[in-house]
């Protein structure tokens, strides 16, 4: 009779442990992620990594998410250093602290994300939207297309912690298939980006998106406010462009690069020249 009832008590035992699994897997984000081809040039890919989930109501917290990229094509320093080498985007209202991007391995990456000050998270954009998570500038080695950006589901240390720190988000779909994927529409806004690489010896690539069409002027200035070289003055169509800056007659020093558009925008960025 002892016997039975320890069988017993065991079998209620398993059979509760698996409802509490069940649960808990038919209660679980699933976490989806794709690689889009920002832009690019004979020399650089700027790519960026996207997630959303399948509820749209769930809050991100610590997240450690690998990738895997063909390094026959594309290039990636083994030291990355933010703002230079990739961008992180902040979440809509929330408080992360920075992505810090890592190479482990010669063709892979760690994206870190660390949960806010208050260990809560916030809501990542639902199966409608795409939440941008970090822009990456890979230098291109050879001259045709790279599609090999992957995520890897996998991977041991790939894992995406809910606010609580605590639950683990499944693995959705990365979009293996398609791995890189251009953005065909037009630009939603006039926006003058950061020059790559800055530092920079002695060339830099400015780029800038264009909304609508018009009379576009690029500038550079020195610390003085004194034109240095003007870069491009004529009309362009909409859409993304970039242009490459040579300032190996100038010496070291803090530049600004200034971007008019018609009467519509204005930006101006600070980069480095280091020699």
Known sequence: MKNMFTVNMKSIIKLFLLI?????????TVVNGR???????????????QINTNTGSDDMGGATI???????????????VAGIHYVFHNFSSGTYSP???????????????????????????????????????????VQSPAESITWETESDFWSIYDGDNSTFWTAGNFNSSTNVQNQAASPENFELLQNYPNPFN????????????????????????????????????????????????????????????????????????MK
């Open 20 to 28: 509490v699994l069940y649960s808990g897997i038919s209660n679980a």
């Open 35 to 49: 690689a889009v081809l920002d832009s690019y040039n004979d020399t650089l890919y700027s790519i960026k990594l």
């Open 66 to 80: 690998v990738i895997r990229y063909d390094s026959t094509q594309l290039f990636f320093p083994d030291f990355p």
């Open 99 to 141: 992505a810090l991007v890592t190479k482990v391995l010669g063709n892979r990456l760690w994206l870190n994300i660390e949960l806010n000050s208050d260990n809560q998270g916030f809501v990542v954009a639902g199966n409608s939207d795409w939440t941008d998570i970090a822009t990456l500038y890979f230098i291109k080695r």
């Open 202 to 273: 002695p060339s830099t690539t400015i780029s800038f998106n264009l909304k609508s069409g018009g009379d576009v002027v690029l500038t550079v200035y020195n610390a003085l406010g004194e034109t240095v070289e003007t870069l491009f003055n004529s009309n362009m169509k909409a859409g993304n462009h970039k242009i490459d800056f040579n300032a190996a007659d100038l010496s070291s020093g803090i530049y600004f690069y200034k971007l008019s558009v018609d009467n519509k925008f204005t930006s101006i960025k600070k980069m480095i020249l």
